[in-house]
């Protein structure tokens, strides 16, 4: 096969033909074919829109199929993708799309109370830079997601549909010349395009982006699918979201190249997700380790038939050896699977079938295919800091030549910022974060972003900001204010502040206040202190 995802979407579409891709819960059942058919007339109706090749295409909507045959549809058309985060706030949205340049943004409508779009336009209202953040824009559509929304309003310069005109232009007079011309389009990408750049924070607090190649992305998704043996058999429920790249290049992709079965889930729910594991005959469910552990722990398990499950594969945090087992005994997987990655290398290392409870729960596995992992300024524990080396390494960070030289050396070694140890079968063991990030219900955070938001909130002269333990998610947010004189704050005051400005996962769930935070002499502030006191 031909390393593009236009190539893997035509092979599939031949080869698993009658398959059902997309089994859309209270939705479309879409087969490879009818994937194959409408990723094509995507595609033209992005043409017919005026995006050309390498122009980005933004999607900012949660789990559905609009999700699927929209980013495939932009691909297809010689585009690059540029998935944003659900959760992330207006000025979050206006930032991404700014620094990426979008041409083309499809966002959802009204969901779980949020008008996306809305949010946008007044971000880009109140901010300095909202007209550069938007000032690329040509076409904007509204996915449906709850239904009732319509066409967006109209921006200045923008053309706004709703999803139903953008498909169906594609299919009416004129399909035939857009159909070929879709088709030239996805011949003539190359594997070393770009396919994607999706943004993480940065220890500065500025979000970077990560750019792959074709090639790239599907090479992280063949590793993980062969790591799971995953084939057309496969149910896959994706509950993580498809803006991170454990939804899209080990979700959406992986079924792409096995034939496997996505079903999407909005949001996650665990009585609704074990309903359709048992209606959907699910086999593959991958999530963080809290998943799993509200489903064990729900009520409604005893009554529901949950036998299908065959492969789990986990990370994000630690995952206690007693859920692993867990996991196997009461939920009937056969294969429990840890891996570990990150944005800039999304499938680094992975425990295979047959491994111990023990090395899947303690370590992260060994290295995926075409990967090279070592430790770099061990200490005598064997710890130092984890770099990578292979193929699949990004490309480098969009507009950020000094960046992508610092975080990748003239030999190829990307430099993770995390600690950890490798044993004598080259299990790769997690033990710490350099650059201070922690873990929130399996989205990283990093404390830089959140303080400079805290730096803007009236009365805040100083600030800290830690991870600390939580049954329920893992890691939480704990900031440390140092108030101004003659200002007073409370508690609720710094976290609705927070709420208006960042996703959830960032916003701080504690709140302490000091006189004063612990620096060294060099006045940088003793984070390990704080996370000692606070154990």
């Known amino acids: 096969m031909r390393m593009t995802i236009p190539a893997a979407v035509d092979r599939a579409g031949g080869l698993f033909g009658g398959n059902t891709a997309i089994a859309e819960p209270a939705g479309p059942r879409i087969s490879y074919s009818e994937l194959l058919?409408?990723?094509?007339?995507?595609?033209?109706?992005?043409?017919?829109?005026?995006?050309?090749?390498?122009?980005?295409?933004?999607?900012?909507?949660?789990?559905?199929?609009?999700?699927?045959?929209?980013?495939?549809?932009?691909?297809?058309?010689?585009?690059?993708?540029?998935?944003?985060?659900?959760?992330?706030?207006?000025?979050?949205?206006?930032?991404?799309?700014?620094?990426?340049?979008?041409?083309?943004?499809?966002?959802?409508?009204?969901?779980?109370?949020?008008?996306?779009?809305?949010?946008?336009?007044?971000?880009?209202?109140?901010?300095?830079?909202g007209a550069a953040g938007l000032g690329r824009l040509k076409l904007i559509v509204r996915v449906p997601i709850e239904g009732g929304d319509g066409a967006p309003p109209a921006l200045a310069g923008v053309t706004a549909l709703d999803w139903a005109e953008f498909e169906q232009a594609a299919i009416g007079q004129g399909s035939a010349e857009l159909a070929a011309l879709a088709a030239e389009r996805a011949a003539a990408v190359q594997p070393d395009d770009v396919s994607d750049i999706l943004f993480t924070s940065g220890t500065t607090g500025r979000s970077k982006g990560a750019m792959s190649a074709h090639a790239q992305t599907l090479s992280h998704a063949l590793a993980w699918a062969e790591c799971g043996a995953v084939t057309a058999a496969d149910r896959y429920l994706v509950l993580n979201p498809f803006f991170h790249s454990f939804g899209y290049k080990a979700g959406i992709l992986v079924c792409l190249l096995t034939g496997a079965t996505i079903v999407p889930q909005l949001v996650y729910d665990p009585e609704q997700a074990m309903r359709l594991i048992e209606a959907e005959r699910i086999t593959v469910l991958p999530g963080a380790p809290t998943i799993y552990q509200t489903i064990l722990d729900h009520p409604a398990r005893a009554s529901l038939d949950l036998s299908s499950l065959r492969l789990a594969v986990t990370g994000a945090a630690v995952v206690p050896v007693a859920l692993v087992e867990r996991m196997q005994s009461e939920l009937s997987f056969d294969t429990v699977l840890t891996a570990?990655?990150?944005t800039e290398a999304p499938v680094v290392t992975m425990c295979r079938p047959g491994d111990d409870p023990k090395v899947v729960a303690t370590t992260s596995g060994r290295a995926a295919t075409g990967f090279e992992v070592k430790v770099a300024g061990a200490d005598q524990t064997g710890q130092g800091e984890i770099l990578v080396r292979g193929p699949n390494v990004m490309l480098g960070y969009l507009d950020d030549q000094a960046a992508t030289r610092e975080a990748i050396d003239a030999d190829g070694w990307l430099h993770t910022g995390d600690v950890g140890m490798l044993d004598g079968s080259g299990n790769l063991t997690i033990t710490d974060r350099l650059k201070d990030m922690y873990i929130c219900g399996g989205f990283n955070v990093y404390p830089a972003e959140v303080e400079q938001a805290l730096a803007r909130l009236e009365g805040v002269a100083d600030c800290a900001v830690i991870g600390v333990p939580d049954e329920r998610l893992g890691e939480v947010g704990k900031a440390f204010i140092v108030t101004r004189p003659g200002h007073e704050l409370t508690a609720g005051q710094v976290i609705g502040f927070c709420r208006e400005r960042l996703a959830n996962f960032k916003v701080p769930r504690k709140v302490e206040f000091r006189a004063g935070l612990p620096r060294n002499a060099s006045g940088k502030q003793l984070k390990r202190q704080l996370r000692e006191e606070s154990r």
């Open 37 to 129: 058919e409408r990723v094509r007339g995507i595609a033209g109706a992005f043409i017919e829109q005026g995006i050309e090749p390498g122009d980005r295409v933004a999607v900012w909507s949660p789990n559905s199929y609009h999700w699927v045959l929209g980013a495939l549809g932009a691909l297809y058309a010689g585009a690059t993708l540029v998935p944003v985060n659900t959760r992330f706030t207006g000025p979050e949205a206006l930032d991404v799309m700014g620094r990426s340049g979008a041409r083309a943004l499809l966002v959802a409508g009204r969901f779980l109370g949020t008008d996306r779009l809305a949010a946008l336009r007044g971000a880009a209202a109140q901010e300095a830079a």
């Open 340 to 342: 570990y990655g990150l």
